[in-house]
T-cell receptor, first 112, second 119 residues
Framework: GESVGLHLPTLSVQEGDNSIINCAYS??????FIWYKQESGKGPQFIID?????DKRQGQRVTVLLNKTVKHLSLQIAATQPGDSAVYFC???????????FGEGTQLTVNP | GAVVSQHPSWVICKSGTSVKIECRSL??????MFWYRQFPKQSLMLMAT?????????EQGVEKDKFLINHASLTLSTLTVTSAHPEDSSFYIC???????????????FGPGTRLTVL
């Protein structure tokens, strides 16, 4: 069935380093992907999205890369800050249109 | 823009009572809202899709008579947990899709969540 998973459940980095969070998806019909950040006790916050006709998209300090050949998605955070500490989820729309399927999440911890 | 609110942010109730959670899109209209449940250290699980003016579509395994959803306007959806039991204790999160985006793969904007504790 459809599934979106993450390679690593936890990631610890030093402040100022770059972070890379990975996500594997299994549904080749997915054409829209989103990264969300969720801080403890809060709802997910939209970070960046990418459509399947692109392989890279950049935002402020964040870059999303999409490799459709191997069904892999990654989120790169430049100059990671303590405020970036959170759980990061990737989500894809699969073949269901507007419904999103979420990955398991990666806990990012930024050490000062 | 794209702000979604939820009320209440947290609620504690006795077993057997019903609890209503509101989800509002504050600066946009949403024909479609989604309700998720999230247990500690886990991902978001979609419970149902709420469509304005029509019945909600529930995911497999979600009891529609227990989790009543009403989407009476383009800015408000409510989730009522009826006859709540301790196992219903969870973090309930709604999201909304902007009706004017015009494409099927619209971004979902999430509310801050409601922490439900059933004693």
């Amino acid at each position: 069935g459809e599934s979106v998973g993450l390679h690593l459940p936890t990631l610890s980095v030093q402040e100022g380093d770059n972070s890379i969070i990975n996500c594997a998806y299994s549904n080749s019909a997915s054409d829209y992907f989103i990264w969300y950040k969720q801080e403890s006790g809060k709802g997910p916050q939209f970070i960046i999205d990418i459509r399947s006709n692109m392989d890279k998209r950049q935002g402020q300090r964040v870059t999303v890369l999409l490799n459709k050949t191997v069904k892999h998605l990654s989120l790169q955070i430049a100059a990671t800050q303590p405020g970036d500490s959170a759980v990061y989820f990737c989500a894809e729309n699969g073949s269901s249109g507007s419904r999103l399927t979420f990955g398991e999440g990666t806990q990012l911890t930024v050490n000062p | 823009g794209a702000v979604v609110s939820q009320h209440p942010s947290w609620v504690i109730c006795k077993s057997g009572t019903s609890v209503k959670i509101e989800c509002r899109s504050l600066d946009f209209q949403a024909t479609t809202m989604f309700w998720y449940r999230q247990f500690p250290k886990q991902s978001l699980m979609l419970m149902a899709t709420s469509n304005e003016g029509s019945k909600a579509t529930y995911e497999q395994g979600v009891e529609k008579d227990k989790f009543l959803i009403n989407h009476a306007s383009l800015t408000l959806s409510t989730l009522t947990v009826t006859s709540a039991h301790p196992e219903d204790s969870s973090f309930y999160i709604c999201s909304a899709r902007d009706v004017w985006s015009g494409v099927s793969t619209d971004t979902q904007y999430f509310g801050p969540g409601t922490r439900l504790t059933v004693l």
